[in-house]
C-alpha cells in the first residue's frame, strides 16, 4: 500500500494538510554519511522554487526534514531512518470547499468510495505533497548509488507536442497565462549500472521501473527501448552481431546489458486549472517530476 | 524472480527445451470448478495455431497440461494446484549453433553474464514459452474474476504504424514475406471492475498493471487514459464537474473509478527474422501476446 | 527486519535514547474510533509502574504518543498511521561507559560486529523501550479485534521453579534485594478466535505466533497444547472421538479448530543486575513483557 | 501459505495421495553442482527406513525425485528447480473410512471447516508426507551452507520422559508392542554460522527458526539458549566479562554471536495409533522429524 522495497523496505506516511507527512526507511547498510544538502536541493527542486508553470506550496518556504532516528552524528546506524516534515502552511479554511467537492480527474472521488472518509484538505493522502518524502529516502538511495558509480539524470524532452527544449519556457508562461495546464514527458538515463541487474520472468528490470513511475502522480505512461515507437522493423532495429543491441534500452530478457538505462514517463495535464480554482496551480505536473522519477529509479535500483 | 502475487501466489518455472514447463498457483480458494476447455482455448491462441505471422511450436500439437495436485474430482481442494506441460518436441539438435551465439535482442548475452550458465536451447528460461504457463494460472484467475462478473478482452489495434483492423492480416503476410517482423500495439478492456479497487501511493492499480505488463516477452510500454498523447490541454481533458472522468482510463489516484479500465502495451518486433535464421518465426509478437495481456491483466486484478 | 505483517504492515523505528521511538502501522481500515485510554493503559502496564520488580524508566513519567497522521476527528482515514513517543530522560551521560563496555546477555556486542557502529546509549535499537511502539500498533489491532469478539489475555504462570501465583510478589521482592534476577512464564489465551484460523505447512498459526512471541525482547521459549511436556501418550492425549481435540492447544494442522487457543513464552532472566549496575533493574522482565506478548498476539491474528 | 523464504523461495505441492507431491524452488544460484546422493539419504532417513519406532510407507519402496526444471547436465542453472514425487502406493480403497471419519488430534475437523472441502485420503495435504518436499529443497540449501562451512545436526535428545538415548530404542519397542505413541524433542546444532547473522526485532534469528520448526507436522515448542528452564538467576547465566556469553544459545540481540546456535524441538506423541487403527503407524514422529529439522534449519539459514 505505502511500501515500498524489500532491501531498502520505506513506509511513507502523512495526509497533505495534516500535521506532518514522513516515512521510515528500512535496511540501509551501517556507516552511510547522509549529504543533507543534496536533499536538500532535490526538495527545492520538487517543490518547483523559480520553476515555470510550477506552484510552490508557499514562497520563500522551504520543506525542512526532521530525522527522528536511524543517524547517529551523521552517520547511518542500520537502523530505521525516520523522518517528517511538518506541514508548515496547513491552512485548512483555505480548502473548506472541497469538503464536499470532488475536482475531476483527481482521487477525491475514488477516495471517498473506497474509504467510506478522506482527509479533504488540499487533497490528503493523494496530493502529490507525499512525493517529498519520496524524494528524502530516493536522495539517499541515490548517494549510495553514486558511490558504486551508478548515476541518475531525469530532464523535460517533451511539454505538450513540442520537442524542442529551447522552447518549453515560452510554452509554459503562454499556458500559464491561459490558466490552463498541458502534460509532459520526461526522460530519464541511467549510466553506470553493470550487466546483469534484473531477474528473468516476473522481476524484470523494466517491470520494476515501470511499477515505480506509474506510481507517480500525474504519471500515465512508460516505455524504453522501442517503445510505442512503431515505424521501423525488426530488421532495422536487431542489426545481425549487434550484441548488446542498441535499440533494447539497455534491457535485454529483463536484465541490463551494460549500455545505458533509458526510458521515457508520460506525464497527464494537470486536472486543477488556475481558471476555475483560486491560488497557483502547476501548469505542467512534468516539471517537478523529475527529482521524484529520479528518487523512484533510485529506490528501484537500491531494491533490486 | 519467477514468483508473482501474495493473494494467488504463482511461481513458474521451467526451460523451453528442458523436461517441462509449468507452475504453481497458491492461494486458489476451494470449492471452484476448472474450465479446462477455456484454458485449453488460450493455449491455442498463444501457440498461435492458425494465426497469420506467428509460428506454432509444431503444427498440429497441442500444450497438454498435466495437473499433479490441488484439484480433486474436477474441483479446487484449496491446496496449490501444481501443473506442468511437457516438451513434447525438444530436439536439442536444432539449437546447437545457439550454444555459441548470442542473438541480437536477446536475452542470450544477459543471461549469460547474469548466470555464468545458460540453457541455450531454444531461449531456454527465457524463450517465450515460459507464457504458457502464465495462460494457465491466468485462465484460472479470469474464471473467478468471471463469476465476479468482471471481464477482461484484449485485441490488437496497430501494427506498425497502421491502426486499421482490417488491414493488419494484408500487412502481416507481407512482412512475412520479407522475412522481417514488426511491432504492435495490444488493448486491454475490464469490464465490471467496481469502483475501488487498487491501493494509494506505490501500490496503485497502475503500478500493478503495468509492471504486470512489462514483464511479457517483448513489451517495451505501457500507457492509459491520456497516456503518452499529448496532444491536449487540462481544460480538454478534465470538464468541470466531470466525477469520475472519462480521459483517466478508469483509474484516478491509483483507484479504480467504476468506468471501463483501458490500457495499452507495445510489443517490439521479433528480433529473430525468417531472412536469417531457419524455421519459422513470429512476424508480429503482439498477436500471440494477447492471451498473455489477458492471462496478466487476470493475475493483477485477483491479486490486489 | 523492522517491519511486521503484510495486512496491517507495521514498521518500527527509534533507538532507545535517541530523539523518538515510534511507528507506522499501514492497512488498518477506515473509520475506526481508536481508544487512546486504552492504548495508554496498556503503555503503563508495559513500562511497569507501580509494579514488583520492574525498572519503571522513569518515575511518574509516562509515554506520551504524539499521533502524525492517519487519524482526523478521533476516527482512523484508512491511510498510514505514524506516531512517535519523544524520548524525554534521554540522559546519554548516565550510558557513557556502555560506550565502551559490551554487556554480557545483551545485543552490545552482536550489534557493534554486525554493523561495526552502534548507538551505545541504553541499547540503542536492541533496548526493550522499542516494544512501547508495538503496544500502540497492538493495541489498535486489539481493539479491532474485539470488535470481531476475539479477546486476548495474557498472564504471568511462572516466576523461577514458582508456579503458585500468590507467591510470586514475595519471591520478587526476595530477588529484587539480592540485587539480582530471575526468568518466568507467560501463558496467553486467546478466546472467541473461529475455527479455520491460520494457513497449512508454512504458514501454520503456531508459527506466526512462535515467531511474533520469539521477536520479544528476552523471550526464549515457546510451546503450545502439549508442548514440553513429554509425560503422556497418545491415547491418553487423544482419545478416540473427542474432535475438536483438547490436547491440541486450539490448533490443529495449523488451523484453529474453534477451542481456545493457548500458549506458553519463557522469559529469561534481565542480563543486568542491580548487583552489578547503578540505577533501577529489571527483576522479572516476563512481569512487563505480558502486555507485549498481548499486543504482538493482536499483530499475530489481525494479520493472518 | 505454501511458501516459504524471499532469497531461496520454495513453493511446495501435493496431497498425500494424488498424483504427485513435489515443489519449486526459485533463486538458487547457478553452477551449484547437486549432490544427489545426500538428498537419497535424507529421504531415506525421513521416510523412517529400519528405525524402530517408524512407520515406513511402504518396505522396500524409495521415494523417487524427478527432476522438471532448473538443472543441466547435474548443474544449477539460476531458473526455478521444479521437482516432483510420484504417489506410488496411493490406495485410495485403504482409507475410504476416511471420507466421512475426523481422527482426533488431526487436521481432518479443521479442514473440513476451513475449505468446505478435503483431499481425506491418507491426510491430504496435512500429511507429513509433504515434509519430503522440505527435505529435497533443504538438503540443497544444506548443501550450499556446508560450501561455507556451516554445518547443520539435529538428533533425538528425549523419548518420553526418557533422556538417555540408550535407553531410546528399548522403550520405543515397548510402546510400539503398547499400539501407543510417545513425544520426543529433537536438538539441533548449527556450527561454523559467523557472527552477525539475523535482523533486529521482528527478523530475528531465533523468529525464523521458531516459526520454520513450529510448521513441521506434529511439532509444539522451540526454545533455545535457557528457554523453559527457569532454574537459574541472572547471576548464574551471564556472569560479569562473559561476551558473547554461553547461555545465550548462540544468538543475543536477534544476531548470532559466533557460537554454535542450539535449539530444541518438541514434538507431540503420534495421533494415529496402532491400537485404533489398522496398519503401520508411527509411534515417535520425532524420529522421523530430525531430517525435516535439519532441512527446514537450512532453509532459514539460506534466507536469512
Known amino acids: 500500500m505505502n511500501l515500498f522495497g524489500d532491501k531498502w523496505t520505506f513506509l511513507s506516511f502523512g495526509e497533505s494538510h495534516g500535521r506532518a507527512i514522513g516515512g521510515v526507511l528500512d535496511g540501509v547498510p551501517s556507516g552511510l554519511d547522509i549529504d543533507m544538502d543534496m536533499i536538500r536541493t532535490q526538495l527545492l527542486l520538487r517543490s518547483g522554487q523559480n520553476a515555470v508553470g510550477t506552484s510552490p506550496r508557499a514562497k520563500n518556504e522551504e520543506d525542512e526534514v526532521e530525522w527522528l532516528s536511524g543517524v547517529m552524528d551523521g552517520k547511518t546506524l542500520g537502523t530505521p531512518i525516520a523522518f517528517l516534515i511538518r506541514n508548515t502552511d496547513a491552512r485548512p479554511e483555505d480548502y473548506e470547499w472541497m469538503r464536499t467537492h470532488f475536482r475531476p480527474g483527481h482521487a477525491d472521488y475514488t477516495y471517498q468510495q473506497k474509504y467510506g472518509i478522506r482527509d479533504w484538505r488540499g487533497g490528503g493522502r493523494a496530493s502529490a505533497r507525499e512525493t517529498a518524502a519520496r524524494v528524502v529516502a530516493g536522495s539517499i538511495a541515490r548517494q549510495e548509488l553514486e ?53 528473468p520472468v516476473f522481476d524484470k528490470l523494466q517491470s520494476h521501473l515501470a511499477a515505480a513511475m506509474m506510481s507517480i502522480n500525474g504519471c500515465k505512461g512508460f516505455d524504453y527501448g522501442t517503445g510505442f515507437d512503431m515505424s521501423k522493423k525488426g530488421s532495422e532495429l536487431y542489426p545481425e552481431g549487434q550484441v548488446p543491441c542498441v535499440s533494447s534500452g539497455g534491457i535485454e530478457g529483463g536484465i541490463s546489458n551494460g549500455l545505458p538505462v533509458v526510458f521515457r514517463c508520460a506525464f497527464k495535464p494537470a486536472a486543477t486549472l488556475a481558471q476555475r480554482y483560486k491560488g497557483r496551480h502547476d501548469v505542467c505536473i512534468a516539471v517537478r517530476a523529475i527529482p521524484v522519477v529520479e528518487a523512484m529509479t533510485a529506490m528501484v535500483l537500491i531494491n533490486i
Open 147 to 199: 558511490k558504486r558509480h551508478i548515476s541518475i539524470h531525469a530532464e523535460l524532452v517533451q511539454v505538450g507536442n513540442e520537442t524542442n527544449p529551447k522552447n518549453f519556457d515560452t510554452l509554459l508562461k503562454q499556458i500559464q497565462q491561459e490558466g490552463d495546464s498541458i502534460g509532459g514527458i520526461v526522460r530519464c538515463t541511467v549510466e553506470g549500472l553493470p550487466v546483469g541487474v534484473g531477474e
